[in-house]
């Protein structure tokens, strides 16, 4: 690449070369205007960053066209349940979306791995009623507080296109499988957001352990620390 057609372009060859000498991908989030005005209105209630939220955008648009419901386990404050509903309706789609959570923070920890670094109650500084708030204009968005899947039973025979599945413990994740995987269309997506994280170590050991056995997807890896489930 020529240093005079970057200067022509106004591109600095530091904004888009590592000190190596290699590209740097480009920051595209940065050129949705949609998806910008989207993190504007929720950076306040959500723990995930930008790129984190980048993808799982992208990935609910993918999965807009499939039919189906669309789920959130771990809501926290509701940011990326507020993601899910505006990407789903940039996409045309008035889909029915269903919320989890204690709201009270995360329930008791029941693997060992978990307790090093969670305990019963993290996250309880949302509340049911300002995620109602949240969501007071949106007739598609349906919240259930409790421990995730006790709070489902009413789901049993739903179908889905889209989950995400935020929870940061083993026990959650694995449930979250459990309930979802033979409700997932064809061509639907579940994305766990703590995957590749080390302070999360028990979503991991769950989504591997439940993809091993007997199911042929594997799990889909992003740099985000994210991991994807595409259901043959
Ligand atoms: C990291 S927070 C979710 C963050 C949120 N997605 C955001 O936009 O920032 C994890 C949430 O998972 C919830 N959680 C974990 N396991 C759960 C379960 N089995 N049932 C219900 N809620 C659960 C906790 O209450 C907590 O609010």
Not at 87 to 97: L, P, T, V
Request: hydrophobic letters at 40%.
């Amino acid at each position: 690449m020529s240093n005079e057609f970057l200067k022509d372009q106004n591109i600095h060859v530091r904004q888009i070369m590592t000190s190596s000498g290699h590209p740097l991908p480009l920051p595209l989030w940065k050129e949705d205007e949609i998806f910008q005005s989207i993190m504007e209105e929720l950076k306040s209630n959500t723990m995930v960053d930008l790129i984190r939220c980048f993808m799982l955008y992208q990935l609910a648009i993918q999965a807009a066209p499939i039919p189906g419901n669309v789920a959130e386990v771990g809501v926290w404050k509701g940011g990326t349940a507020k993601l899910l509903e505006i990407a789903f309706e940039s996409r045309g789609c008035k889909k029915n979306i269903h919320l989890f959570d204690t709201f009270s923070g995360l329930p008791e920890i029941s693997a060992d791995q978990d307790r090093h670094f969670h305990k019963k109650g993290d996250f309880n500084d949302a509340s049911l009623d300002y995620v109602r708030t949240l969501f007071q204009n949106s007739h598609n968005i349906h919240i259930y507080p409790g421990i995730f899947p006790e709070s489902a039973k009413a789901l049993r025979s739903a179908g889905f296109c889209f989950v995400h599945i935020d929870v940061d413990l083993y026990k959650s994740a694995l449930d979250a499988c459990s309930f979802f995987y033979e409700k997932l269309a064809p061509g639907g997506i579940m994305a766990f957001d703590d995957y590749g994280f080390p302070t999360c170590p028990g979503v991991k050991t769950a989504v591997d352990e439940f993809f091993s056995r007997d199911h042929r997807e594997r799990p889909i890896y992003l740099p985000t620390g994210q991991c994807i489930i595409l259901k043959r």
